[in-house]
């Protein structure tokens, strides 16, 4: 008998086929992960409490890095500041003769409920649902158009005078 059951978490993890050596290089893999996550709790008609973040290195240790958000959220790039945040926390990169190499990193969400459940509203409410109902929008987008309508965009510090040429 197979038994049907909410799931508790959603997640998306990569690995790698070279070792990936700087948490720059995961930057783009991290935010990519977080939006498939927040798509896919947006579809379900959930939001999520918990970000978890996944790191495997070389060496096969596996760390995970948690954080409970003040409230539940499908906005990804609200998933994607959070699971970056966490990322800065892990041990990567080859310092002090130690090399520290990502094999696999994912992003997954847990502590779900259900989107039109009750909340209590927050003072920035305005800003937390305008990233929720950006995401319903992309959403509709890829609908009509295809995953490959609207893809995730970086912004990335530049160091010095920004003239345009690098």
Known sequence: MVSEHEAVSIGH?????????????????????????????????????????????ADFRLVTRRRTLDD???DGARIARTALELARDV???D???KRT???LCGVAVSGLEPRDAPRQLALDEPARQRGERLGDAVDQIRRRFGDGAVLPATA??????????D
């Open 91 to 93: 041990d990567i990169g």
């Open 72 to 74: 539940a959220t499908s």
């Open 13 to 57: 993890e990569e690995t790698f086929e070279r070792d990936l050596g700087r948490l720059e290089e995961l930057v783009p893999f991290l935010i990519s992960q977080a939006d498939r996550v927040a798509g896919r709790l947006r579809r379900a008609g959930l939001r999520a409490g918990v970000v978890v973040v996944k790191i495997k290195h």
């Open 101 to 103: 190499r990502v094999r």
């Open 95 to 97: 310092h002090g003769g």
């Open 156 to 165: 990335t510090e530049r160091g010095g005078d920004d003239d345009g040429e």
